[in-house]
């Protein structure tokens, strides 16, 4: 069974700071997704890393796929209010030749102003 | 603006109630997915449909849940009878297989089961 294991579970840090929530696996995937979820509604996806060591930027948002595709990084630079939200990882196994994705449990982030 | 539209938003019920759930994929998506989200476990992959067709219902206890796509505009999800321990949040989620495996999630239906 493959599982992807996000860490912290819940964060709550001031505006303005910085931090990095982490998604780890055992398993190898050959896409990973990162969502953010708010309250009261579905997951919308944020960005989709593919090739081992990618990183990709939305606004202060860092994406970071590892080298061995197995596991993945998020980094919010100055933190806002607007950050605050369940961020939930998702990958594609390589194997599968089907459209399944396999989520984390996600991460809950509070932003305090 | 496209989106996948899930009907109802919330919904209370009694103990051993039916409870049917509905989903309007993005027009021209082909494949549909269920989701239970709650606290503990997140979110569990249900069912899922491509074309249509079902493909894998692994995630969803047999004897009491059923998922159909009577037509490419509508999904449903029903439980009989529910339980409490079926209280959580129900996400359909729909998305094309030219299009990467990006999936376009509903607000959710929202079950409380009494």
């Known amino acids: 069974t493959q599982l992807l294991e996000q860490s912290p579970q819940f964060l709550s840090i001031q505006e303005g700071e910085n931090l990095t929530v982490y998604c780890n696996s055992s398993?190898?995937?050959?896409?990973l997704q990162w969502y953010r979820q708010e309250p009261g509604e579905g997951p919308v996806l944020l960005v989709t890393v593919v090739t081992g060591g990618e990183v990709k930027k939305l606004k202060r948002l860092t994406f970071q796929f590892g080298d061995a595709r197995k596991d993945s990084s998020l980094h919010i630079t100055a933190a806002q209010p607007g950050d605050t939200g369940l961020y939930l990882c998702?990958?594609?196994?390589?194997?599968?030749?089907?459209?399944?994705?396999?989520f984390g449990k996600g991460t809950r982030l509070h932003i305090l102003p | 603006d496209a989106r996948v539209t899930q009907t109802p938003r919330h919904k209370v019920t009694e103990m051993g109630q039916e409870v049917t759930m509905r989903c309007q994929p993005i027009?021209?998506?082909?494949?549909v997915f269920w989701y239970r989200q709650t606290m503990m476990q997140g979110l569990e992959l249900l069912a899922y449909f491509r074309n249509r067709a079902p493909l894998d219902d692994s995630g969803m206890p047999k004897d009491r849940f059923s998922a159909e796509m009577p037509d490419a505009t509508l999904a449903t999800l029903k439980i009989q009878p529910s339980e409490p321990r079926d209280s959580a949040v129900y996400f359909c989620?729909?998305?094309?297989?030219?299009?990467?495996?990006?999936?376009?999630f509903g607000a959710g239906t929202r079950l409380s089961v009494l």
């Open positions: 398993s190898v995937f050959s896409s």
């Open positions: 027009l021209g998506h082909n494949t």
């Open positions: 998702a990958g594609e196994a390589v194997s599968d030749r089907d459209d399944k994705i396999i």
């Open positions: 989620a729909s998305g094309s297989t030219l299009g990467g495996n990006i999936q376009y």
